[in-house]
């Protein structure tokens, strides 16, 4: 009987560890799990998700380019960048010609991004940060995104909340919901395409679209309302805001410091690290 008991057990503890670190990748243990996990495998992320290019220009490239091609000089944000899988599509456009800043919490995605970059490395800048405190002012960017990705925060309303914030009036939001039968491995992280829609709309946004993407997410795009006028190319520093305490951020040699004496350090491969 005892042994009984004892392959129950471990058969309830197998399972448990499956849904809590592979189907859930960690989503409830913990941002530092989850940052550990994607920190594990990032030299093989790429390989894992096997990125289709002509699929990634059609569903993500080329929509993003249209929506942006009465901005003179775009700026794009990508919260949970990752290994750069939306810049790398964004920047093989002709017709893009913006800049983009990517934010992720796993240093080693960050470290592939560049490296996957390296060629439009003039054009992007990489951010160790939390998705849940943009270090940028209140309407910074031409477009915001967030891709599979919003379901292994700790909060993902609170990750909208900053993504709309940072949004400037008439930009392009893209973000996507993860549905399928994975979804129901997710509670309280996941939502019906209709909720997630009404979401959207409460914090204002319009002209919110649902797009069937891949068998696991949809892929949803808004635009938040109001007139863009041309602001033109802005320099690094006029973005900026310290994650301390929210003041404007000045380079000096490998490091941005704010008045208030904060830190931000440059990495060796170029990055921001605002979450040393
Ligand atoms: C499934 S990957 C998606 C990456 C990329 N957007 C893509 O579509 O390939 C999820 C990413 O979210 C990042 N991430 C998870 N929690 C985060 C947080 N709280 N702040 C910033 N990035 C986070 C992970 O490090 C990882 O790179």
């Given at each position: 009987?005892?042994?009984?008991?004892?392959?129950?057990?471990?058969?309830?503890?197998?399972?448990?560890?499956?849904?809590?670190?592979?189907?859930?990748?960690?989503?409830?243990?913990?941002?530092?799990?989850?940052?550990?996990?994607?920190?594990?495998?990032?030299?093989?992320?790429?390989?894992?998700?096997?990125?289709?290019?002509?699929?990634e220009q059609?569903?993500?490239?080329?929509?993003?380019?249209?929506?942006?091609?009465?901005?003179?000089?775009?700026?794009?944000?990508?919260?949970?960048?990752?290994?750069?899988?939306?810049?790398?599509?964004?920047?093989?456009?002709?017709?893009?010609?913006?800049?983009?800043?990517?934010?992720?919490?796993?240093?080693?995605?960050?470290?592939?991004?560049?490296?996957?970059?390296?060629?439009?490395?003039?054009?992007?800048?990489?951010?160790?940060?939390?998705?849940?405190?943009?270090?940028?002012?209140?309407?910074?960017?031409?477009?915001?995104?967030?891709?599979?990705?919003l379901?292994?925060?700790?909060?993902?309303?609170?990750?909208?909340?900053?993504?709309?914030?940072?949004?400037?009036?008439?930009?392009?939001?893209?973000?996507?919901?993860?549905?399928?039968?994975?979804?129901?491995?997710?509670?309280?992280?996941?939502?019906k395409?209709?909720?997630?829609?009404?979401?959207?709309?409460?914090?204002?946004?319009?002209?919110?679209?649902?797009?069937?993407?891949?068998?696991?997410?949809?892929?949803?795009?808004?635009?938040?309302?109001?007139?863009?006028?041309?602001?033109?190319?802005?320099?690094?520093?006029?973005?900026?805001?310290?994650?301390?305490?929210?003041?404007?951020?000045?380079?000096?040699?490998?490091?941005?410091?704010?008045a208030?004496?904060?830190?931000?350090?440059?990495?060796?491969?170029?990055?921001?690290?605002?979450?040393?």
């Amino acid at each position: 009987m005892g042994w009984i008991i004892g392959i129950v057990g471990l058969l309830l503890i197998g399972g448990l560890l499956y849904w809590q670190l592979i189907l859930a990748e960690g989503a409830y243990l913990g941002r530092r799990v989850v940052i550990l996990l994607y920190d594990w495998s990032a030299r093989i992320y790429d390989r894992i998700k096997g990125f289709n290019p002509g699929y990634e220009q059609w569903f993500l490239g080329l929509p993003l380019t249209q929506a942006l091609a009465d901005f003179p000089d775009p700026l794009v944000l990508d919260v949970a960048t990752g290994t750069a899988r939306l810049a790398r599509t964004l920047f093989q456009q002709s017709h893009f010609r913006g800049r983009l800043i990517g934010v992720d919490l796993s240093r080693k995605m960050l470290q592939q991004a560049v490296q996957a970059t390296a060629v439009w490395s003039e054009r992007i800048t990489f951010i160790h940060q939390d998705a849940g405190q943009l270090p940028f002012p209140d309407a910074t960017f031409d477009a915001v995104a967030c891709l599979e990705a919003l379901e292994f925060m700790p909060d993902p309303d609170k990750v909208l909340r900053e993504m709309v914030r940072v949004l400037r009036p008439g930009g392009f939001l893209l973000t996507t919901n993860r549905i399928g039968k994975d979804a129901r491995w997710l509670p309280g992280r996941t939502c019906k395409p209709e909720a997630f829609e009404a979401k959207l709309r409460a914090l204002s946004l319009e002209m919110v679209q649902t797009r069937l993407w891949q068998e696991d997410y949809d892929l949803i795009s808004a635009v938040k309302p109001g007139v863009r006028g041309p602001v033109g190319m802005r320099r690094l520093e006029e973005i900026l805001r310290c994650p301390r305490c929210g003041q404007p951020l000045r380079r000096q040699e490998a490091a941005f410091h704010c008045a208030n004496g904060h830190t931000v350090p440059i990495t060796p491969e170029g990055i921001l690290d605002m979450a040393h």
